[in-house]
């Protein structure tokens, strides 16, 4: 028997650097299932050992009697692209929707699991690029004759 709904799931680890309360996590969550009309459930909470997707595996293993999973972030699944397909094949195959609401994205087909896997890749991809992927309001990308060039605009570099 089906009780239906979406199960949260949250994580105790940083995610993509920051570390987010876990009563935040509950909330952004909780918000995007509001706001698009689903039926939240509880969310499972991973544990805080690195590389750990115990409670991911148990919802997975809810998937018959739940409509899908809601991630806080699609950036708290596993970082191995072998591990993480195997987790959407497993949804696709149950015809149940992942969701990751900080992003308010829905992984409902293939064309799904490429462009969050491009996100992914793409992400992993910035921290090998200059200021890893941010912008720093105290760096200076000019280089060391930034002062010269902030000057020939007429600007103050202080």
């Known amino acids: 028997m089906s009780e ?3 199960r949260g799931y949250i994580v105790s680890a940083p995610v993509r650097g920051t570390a987010f309360p876990q009563r935040v996590q509950n909330l952004v969550v909780r918000d995007y299932a509001q706001r698009r009309g689903l039926t939240y459930r509880l969310s499972a909470t991973e544990y805080a050992m690195p590389g750990s997707a115990m409670m991911l595996r148990t919802l997975l293993d809810e998937l018959a009697t739940i409509d899908g999973i809601i991630l806080f972030s699609l950036f708290t699944l596993p970082a191995d692209p072998r591990r993480r397909r195997a987790i959407y094949d497993r949804v696709l195959a149950a ?5 990751a609401a900080l992003e308010g994205m829905v992984l409902r087909d293939e064309c799904d699991v490429r462009e969050w896997d491009d ?3 793409i992400d992993a991809t910035l ?3 200059p200021f ?3 912008f720093e309001k105290d760096a200076t990308p000019l280089g060391a004759d930034a002062a010269a060039q902030i000057a020939a605009f007429g600007l103050s570099g202080g």
């Open 95 to 99: 015809g149940k929707t992942l969701h």
């Open 132 to 134: 890893g992927g941010r």
């Open 119 to 121: 996100l992914i890749a």
């Open 4 to 6: 239906g709904g979406y």
């Open 127 to 129: 921290a090998a690029t």
